[in-house]
């Protein structure tokens, strides 16, 4: 499902700001980190290789690849939200954000060098059989071969030449950046997700039990109520909850706890009136339970060891699920769709 705000596509204009921004944050990442070669002390040669060639060329082949992709990767978001169907729409932000920070920590650093590799063959590929489809088992010429073998060999060589200060960018990534905002992550996490929740109450008294997924796909004019007064009230909500759990208020676990009933009364009431009324509507019991789980791990456990672990990994698996159901939909998507 397409969304727009005023004529402007979402999911293009997410693509756009991402073909400006990966680049960008590319050569950050060489500024600021203090890659050395394992080869050589020499500060000019380290200089040339670490500051300007290699981000010159990791950026270059994320640009190509995202320009490449660009039609895919706006028909993937768009695709998104049929795909993610089991997940309430009120939580979709919730577990896309959590998703999104483990993709910018994570996955796009590690894949850098093979995007890189992958994009200069492509480039040398198209420019020699002039196609603008992808790849295909067509036979291809002797020349074509050597040339993307040849065009492979500089981002290969950039791969090799940081390789080993790669590994250790996973690991400053994770001390130095995952574990001591995991605490903030997890508390902003949770007042968000308890925001949603009563947002999602509020939305399903006004409407006598009518989810507001349902709403939005089957019944649009039984809303009775402004979605853009319970946004307001839930971002207001969501501050109000961030003040009190950064300052360690107890009054916070009283909404914590009304954040996880909810979550559960939502939950059912969203699966029996959405049955009655369309036989062919996805109830979001599997969306809600993660939320529950996520949401109890802190409140029905009195092991505070085991309750850590299991936020840690709810926070992980529903980030990862988001990035697998996101890759496996951009692989299977139709080039009719394109």
Same mark, same amino acid.
């Not at 483990?102 to 996955?107: A, D, E, T, W």
């Not at 060098?113 to 994009?119: F, Q, Y």
């Given at each position: 499902m397409t969304r727009e705000v005023k004529g402007i596509i979402l999911s293009r204009l997410i693509i756009f700001i991402t073909i400006i921004l990966v680049p960008i944050s590319i050569f950050l990442i060489f500024i600021l980190v203090d %890659? /050395?070669?394992? %080869?050589?002390? #020499? /500060?000019v040669i380290t200089f040339w290789v670490i500051k300007v060639l290699c981000p010159l060329v990791f950026s270059v082949a994320w640009f190509f690849f995202l320009v490449l992709f660009a039609n895919r990767f706006s028909e993937t978001i768009d695709s998104m939200d049929k795909v993610v169907g089991v997940v309430p729409l009120r939580l979709k932000f919730f577990f896309g954000l959590n998703a999104l920070f483990?993709?910018?920590? %994570? +996955?796009f650093p590690l894949i850098t060098?093979? @995007?890189? @590799?992958?994009?200069f063959a492509s480039m040398a590929w198209r420019l020699t059989t002039f196609r603008k489809k992808s790849w295909d088992e067509s036979d291809v010429s002797v020349f074509t071969k050597f040339l993307m073998v040849a065009a492979s060999i500089l981002p290969i060589f950039c791969t090799i030449c940081i390789i080993p200060e790669y590994f250790r960018l996973a690991l400053f990534l994770w001390n130095r950046i995952w574990l001591p905002l995991l605490e903030y992550i997890y508390i902003t996490s949770y007042c968000l997700c308890t925001a949603l929740a009563i947002g999602s109450f509020f939305i399903l008294i006004a409407n006598? !039990? +009518?989810s507001e997924y349902e709403q939005i796909y089957y019944h649009p004019?039984?809303?009775k109520v402004n979605l853009t007064y319970i946004k307001v009230f839930e971002f207001f909500l969501f501050l109000f909850f961030l003040f009190l759990a950064l300052l360690s208020l107890d009054l916070i676990l009283? %909404?914590?706890y009304a954040g996880f009933v909810i979550v559960a @009364? +939502?939950?059912i009431v969203n699966f029996i009136s959405g049955r009655r009324r369309n036989r062919k509507f996805k109830g979001h019991v599997l969306g809600y339970l993660l939320a529950a789980v996520f949401m !109890?791990? #802190?409140l029905l456990l009195f092991n505070e060891a085991l309750a850590e672990v299991i936020q840690l990994w709810s926070l992980v698996i529903s980030a990862a699920l988001f990035i697998l159901v996101f890759f496996i939909t951009f692989f299977k998507i139709e080039e009719s769709e394109l």
């Open positions: %890659f /050395r070669l394992w %080869f050589t002390d #020499n /500060r483990i993709l910018l920590i %994570f +996955v060098p093979l @995007i890189a @590799i992958l994009s006598k !039990g +009518v004019d039984e809303l009283l %909404f914590y @009364i +939502v939950s !109890g791990s #802190n």
